[in-house]
């Protein structure tokens, strides 16, 4: 018997021996106890053959160009670019989460930005797959691009909501937060501290919680930003990124 | 930035609507682009081979020569399409670098063709992807290498002011630059032979004496093979004491093997002078007079396969140890199971184990001299198990040793672990700089006051410059970046900067504010501190190593990382600040008007420290305890 490479082939080659020779279980684990000390001692191959053949096979295809114009706000042309995009960086036709947090990483190159890509893996896979296919990254773009203000904010609140509760805490808040100023990194001017998240999170809540329940609901969350004159200024801000 | 990700940029600009309720400060104007007609297929005609793709394709990459404005010069205006008078077959992969980002060396391309287009079309050979990265150094190693040997053929005639040392070692390292060199070069050879001849004849029995014994010649005419013996050693010791003369290390040339070697062929004869013949030491002499045999290494400065035939065994040293390990562990086993099967026999010459080990190595060897055999059964038994198994043992490494010898052969001793080395420090240093290269960018922009002409208006004057120097792609990225600065009210800094700023505040010895930070020392360079603990994507963390003296082999420009300490933030050190800032050549004096434009509206941002800007009144801003939370612009004031 040669020496398994896989830890779920051991096993299995361990019941087929077991069945064969009617040995008891114990002499053989005893026999061969020095081959499962190499075998665990020896690093774990991932199972990465197998993930990429799943992920391979599933070779997405998104909806006819027609339907996708009619549930969002681009023009044919504009769904033309963007899915060219898509499809150059994704061939399989869907985002998983790494390669997600890898293309969004390369925009920020001084921090980590793979928290605050997880929290917009988790936005923008809206059915809670595990993948953003196209038609998920057409939709949320869609909404930010050319949806209205009251759209705008509601996304951004599901944002925020980490466990889609209808409510945000101020440990949701703080972790969003905290994943934002994780982009910025080390080196940045005044130098970061411990407590400057969680001050931006007292600010924001101070703002935004006028119940002063801890919890800011959607209600709460629209309400203040339409009387924020920064905050309607910025939302239009990308009107033209398309 | 890679090419693909140049498609993403739009997403990544529209996520940043996430942070537009948190952010505290009004957010910069977004470049906008005014020719919409960006969708636009381009052709270009390589000697008349078409190849066709988007403009946006080729604009990601603003500084090569298709990204960029250059390509214009090449523009034919009868037929709209660029021509270029190049190879088309190297356009490809040129153009599928601009595709997919990734840039590949075709192997059965010319490498000095290659380089040449590479150079026309304006993008480095460094940014050559993993996959073939290897492949073009190991490829452009060998052609400077053979360039390099052509020139050195060329230049053997004599250099002027050589010392007399100087020459001396270059005749005896290469013998055929001058006539001397290949004298001494064959009159040594010819005396080694001699030395090692006379040695052997010395042993051959001639000619019967009376008293009916066989004499070798050595004894029978000692006069002429002691002559012989002495001049044989005169010459190698005169040439062994030039040597050292015009070595040019000399310790390092008498550590050496060769001059071992000669030392040991030559010592024999003077132990010999020097001892008289006595008789409790003629024993330890005539052991003596068997390093003689070592004069027959020194033909190995003669013969390049020798030399390589001794490196290959030093670099093999590891199949050699196996075998003799396995060799040793298969003696002692049939060894001892031959003895203790033969114990039984009577007269068995299997007296103990050790004597059984000769048997079991002329058995292993499949020699087979016949002077022990097994008698007993299970002694034959074994002894041919014992057999079979030699083969086996001994035939495994030997391929290994071999298929050794050739490689080393053909490759003519070149020192394939010095190039691995290089080739893994320039692929990390690679890395990092595509890496920094996108952050250097931005803050280089910065630097030049870009950023901050955006906020003050969207004018067109702006504009213009702002496209004068960076393409769209880069000022929306920076835009990006410039919002989310305004978002957490942080600034990003060039490495360079923070190290300054930390000098100088060290300088003045103030108190630390930050004990957090300051436990952060020597760390391993990670951007965030914080989330070290998370296993960090090595894309978004590289930058910041300080691993940088191998830059030098690439042009961009590299940052350097100095040792991290806490930087003071204390408000009675806001004044060093801005003498810090001092040494930054900034061009721009808008900033602070800057400053004072976007003070106003936010409730909770405090005061700016720029001296000039009053402190605006901030009634409903809550207080915050950490001064350091300023925004301290930075610019000369």
Same mark, same amino acid.
């Given at each position: 018997?040669? &020496?398994?490479?896989?830890r779920?082939?051991?096993?299995?080659d361990?019941s087929?021996f077991? $069945?064969?020779?009617?040995?008891? $279980?114990?002499?053989l #684990?005893?026999?061969?106890?020095?081959?499962? +000390?190499?075998?665990?001692?020896s690093? /774990?191959?991932?199972?990465?053959v197998?993930?990429?053949?799943?992920?391979?096979?599933?070779?997405?295809?998104p909806?006819?160009?027609?339907?996708?114009e009619?549930?969002t706000?681009f023009?044919?042309?504009?769904l033309q670019?963007?899915?060219r995009?898509?499809?150059n960086e994704?061939?399989?036709?869907?985002v998983n989460?790494?390669t997600? $947090?890898?293309?969004?990483?390369?925009?920020?190159p001084?921090?980590?930005?793979?928290?605050y890509?997880?929290? #917009?893996?988790?936005a923008?896979?809206?059915d809670?797959n595990?993948s953003?296919?196209?038609?998920d990254f057409?939709?949320?773009l869609?909404?930010?691009l050319?949806?209205?203000?009251q759209?705008?904010?509601?996304w951004?609140?599901?944002l @925020?909501d980490?466990?889609?509760?209808?409510y +945000?805490?101020k440990e949701?808040m703080l972790?969003?937060? /905290?994943?934002? @100023?994780?982009?910025?990194?080390k080196?940045t001017?005044?130098t970061?501290?411990e407590?400057?998240?969680?001050?931006?999170?007292?600010?924001?809540?101070?703002k935004?919680?006028?119940n002063?329940?801890? &919890?800011?609901?959607?209600?709460?969350?629209?309400?203040?930003c339409?009387?924020d004159?920064?905050?309607? /200024?910025?939302?239009? #801000?990308?009107?033209? &990124? +398309? | 930035? *890679?090419a693909?990700?140049?498609?993403w940029?739009p997403?990544?600009?529209?996520?940043?609507?996430?942070?537009?309720?948190v952010?505290n400060?009004p957010?910069?104007?977004a470049?906008?682009n005014?020719?919409k007609?960006?969708?636009?297929?381009?052709?270009?005609?390589?000697?008349?081979?078409?190849?066709?793709?988007?403009?946006n394709?080729?604009?990601?990459?603003?500084?090569?020569?298709?990204?960029?404005?250059?390509?214009e010069?090449? %523009?034919?205006?009868e037929?709209?399409?660029?021509f270029?008078?190049?190879?088309p077959?190297?356009?490809?992969?040129?153009?599928?670098?601009?595709?997919t980002?990734?840039?590949?060396y075709?192997?059965?391309?010319? =490498?000095s063709?290659y380089?040449?287009?590479?150079a %026309?079309?304006?993008?480095?050979?460094?940014i050559?992807?993993d996959?073939?990265?290897e !492949?073009?150094k190991?490829r452009?190693? !060998?052609?400077?290498?053979r360039?390099?040997?052509?020139?050195?053929?060329n230049?053997?005639?004599k250099?002027?002011?050589?010392?007399?040392?100087?020459?001396m070692?270059?005749?005896?390292?290469n013998p055929?630059?001058?006539?001397?060199?290949?004298?001494?070069y064959?009159?040594?050879?010819?005396?080694?032979?001699?030395s090692?001849?006379?040695n052997?004849? !010395?042993?051959v029995?001639?000619?019967?004496?009376?008293?009916q014994?066989?004499?070798p010649?050595?004894?029978?005419y000692?006069e002429? %093979?002691f002559c012989?013996d002495t001049?044989?050693?005169?010459?190698?010791?005169v040439?062994y004491?030039?040597?050292?003369?015009?070595?040019?290390s000399?310790?390092?040339?008498?550590r050496?093997?060769?001059? =071992?070697?000669?030392?040991?062929?030559?010592?024999?004869?003077?132990?010999?002078?020097?001892?008289?013949?006595n008789e409790?030491?003629?024993?330890a002499?005539?052991?003596?007079?068997v390093?003689?045999?070592?004069? =027959?290494f020194?033909f190995?400065?003669?013969?390049?396969?020798?030399?390589?035939l001794g490196?290959t065994?030093?670099?093999?040293?590891?199949?050699?140890g196996?075998l003799?390990?396995?060799l040793?562990? *298969? =003696?002692?086993i049939f060894?001892?199971?031959?003895?203790?099967a033969?114990?039984g026999s009577?007269?068995s010459?299997?007296?103990?184990?050790?004597?059984?080990?000769?048997?079991?190595?002329?058995?292993?060897?499949?020699?087979?001299?016949?002077?022990?055999v097994?008698?007993?059964?299970?002694?034959?038994?074994f002894?041919?198990?014992c057999?079979l198994?030699?083969?086996?043992v001994?035939?495994l490494?030997?391929?290994?040793?071999?298929?050794n010898?050739?490689?080393i052969?053909?490759q003519?001793?070149?020192?394939?672990?010095r190039?691995?080395?290089?080739?893994?420090?320039?692929?990390?240093s690679?890395m990092r700089?595509?890496?920094?290269?996108?952050s250097?960018?931005f803050?280089?922009?910065k630097r030049?006051?870009l950023?901050?002409?955006?906020?003050?208006?969207?004018?067109?004057?702006e504009?213009q410059?702002?496209k004068?120097?960076t393409?769209?792609?880069?000022?929306?990225?920076h835009h990006?970046?410039h919002c989310?600065?305004?978002?957490t009210n942080?600034e990003?800094?060039d490495?360079?900067?923070?190290?300054q700023g930390?000098?100088?505040?060290?300088?003045?010895?103030f108190?630390?504010?930050?004990?957090?930070?300051?436990?952060?020392?020597g760390?391993?360079?990670?951007?965030c501190?914080?989330?070290?603990?998370k296993s960090?994507?090595p894309?978004? *963390?590289?930058?910041?190593?300080?691993?940088t003296?191998n830059?030098?082999e690439?042009?961009a420009?590299?940052?350097q990382?100095?040792e991290?300490q806490?930087?003071?933030?204390s408000?009675s050190?806001?004044?060093l600040?801005s003498?810090?800032?001092?040494s930054?050549n900034?061009?721009?004096?808008g900033l602070?008007?800057t400053a004072?434009?976007t003070?106003?509206?936010?409730?909770?941002?405090n005061?700016?420290?720029s001296p000039?800007?009053p402190?605006p009144p901030?009634?409903?801003?809550?207080p915050?305890?950490?001064?350091g939370?300023?925004?301290v612009?930075?610019? *000369?004031l």
């Open positions: 018997m040669s &020496v398994p490479v896989k779920t082939q051991w096993d299995e361990l087929q077991r $069945k064969d020779h009617g040995l008891s $279980k114990k002499v #684990l005893n026999c061969c106890l020095v081959r499962r +000390i190499i075998s665990w001692a690093p /774990k191959q991932k199972d990465s197998e993930d990429e053949l799943e992920l391979s096979a599933a070779r997405h295809r909806e006819a160009l027609e339907q996708l009619a549930q706000r023009s044919r042309k504009e670019i963007l899915y995009g898509f499809k994704c061939p399989s036709g869907v989460e790494d997600f $947090k890898e293309i969004y990483s390369q925009f920020f001084q921090g980590d930005a793979s928290t890509a997880h929290f #917009l893996f988790d923008f896979d809206t809670h595990g953003v296919s196209f038609e057409v939709m949320g869609s909404i930010l050319r949806g209205t203000v759209e705008k904010l509601n951004a609140f599901n @925020y980490i466990n889609k509760d209808g +945000i805490t949701e972790d969003i937060i /905290k994943s934002i @100023y994780d982009m910025m990194g080196c001017y005044p970061l501290k407590e400057t998240p969680r001050q931006h999170v007292e600010i924001f809540f101070q935004m919680d006028k002063r329940d801890g &919890v800011v609901t959607i209600d709460e969350f629209i309400d203040c339409q009387n004159e920064n905050i309607m /200024k910025s939302m239009q #801000l990308f009107e033209n &990124v +398309i | 930035m *890679a693909g990700v140049a498609a940029l997403f990544a600009r529209a996520a940043a609507i996430g942070w537009m309720p952010a400060l957010m910069p104007i470049p906008t005014k020719n007609h960006q969708d636009e297929l381009i052709i270009l005609n390589v000697s008349g081979r078409r190849f066709q793709t988007w403009r394709t080729l604009d990601r990459y603003p500084d090569t020569l298709l990204g960029s404005s250059e390509k010069f090449f %523009f034919n205006e037929t709209r399409e660029y270029f008078d190049r190879d077959d190297v356009f490809r992969s040129i153009l599928n670098f601009y595709r980002g990734k840039l590949h075709p192997r059965y391309e010319c =490498i063709a380089d040449e287009e590479l %026309f079309f304006g993008i480095i050979p460094e050559i992807s996959c073939c990265y !492949e073009y190991d452009k190693r !060998e052609n400077a290498e360039l390099m040997d052509d020139l050195e053929d230049k053997d005639s250099l002027p002011n050589m010392t007399f040392r100087e020459t070692w270059r005749a005896f390292e055929h630059t001058s006539t001397m060199a290949l004298v001494f064959y009159v040594t050879g010819f005396f080694i032979a001699i090692v001849i006379t052997v004849v !010395e042993t029995p001639c000619g019967y004496m009376p008293n014994r066989d004499i010649c050595g004894e029978r000692t002429a %093979f012989m001049a044989c050693v005169m010459i190698f010791t040439e004491l030039m040597r050292l003369f015009a070595a040019p000399r310790y390092r040339f008498m050496s093997v060769m001059s =071992i070697i000669d030392v040991v062929a030559i010592l024999p004869y003077y132990i010999g002078l020097v001892m008289t013949n409790d030491v003629s024993g002499f005539v052991t003596l007079r390093f003689r045999v070592f004069r =027959i020194k190995s400065r003669h013969s390049q396969g020798l030399r390589i490196y065994l030093k670099s093999c040293a590891s199949e050699l196996f003799l390990f396995s040793t562990m *298969a =003696i002692i060894a001892t199971v031959m003895f203790y033969e114990k009577s007269s010459k299997f007296t103990s184990i050790p004597a059984s080990f000769w048997y079991t190595i002329v058995t292993m060897t499949t020699l087979g001299y016949g002077d022990m097994p008698k007993t059964i299970a002694g034959k038994i002894g041919s198990i057999s198994s030699g083969v086996l001994i035939a490494p030997v391929p290994v040793i071999v298929s010898f050739s490689r052969y053909h003519n001793q070149r020192a394939d672990k190039r691995a080395q290089k080739v893994q420090k320039a692929r990390l690679r700089i595509s890496k920094s290269g996108s250097s960018a803050l280089h922009s030049n006051g950023n901050q002409s955006l906020e003050l208006t969207g004018s067109l004057e504009d410059q702002l004068k120097t393409s769209l792609l880069e000022s929306q990225h990006l970046l989310l600065e305004k978002t942080h990003f800094v490495e360079r900067l923070y190290e930390y000098m100088q505040t060290a300088l003045q010895n108190p630390s504010q930050s004990p957090s930070l300051s436990s952060e020392e760390i391993t360079g990670t951007c501190s914080r989330r070290t603990k960090m994507q894309l978004s *963390a590289t930058h910041t190593h300080s691993h003296h830059l030098q690439l042009s420009l590299h940052i990382c100095g991290r806490a930087l003071n933030t408000r050190s806001l004044n600040m003498d810090e800032s001092g930054l900034c061009k721009s004096s602070v008007t004072i434009i003070i106003p509206t936010p409730p909770s941002n005061s700016r420290a000039d800007a402190p901030n009634p409903d801003a809550p915050l305890p950490n001064p939370n300023d925004v612009k930075i610019s *000369a």
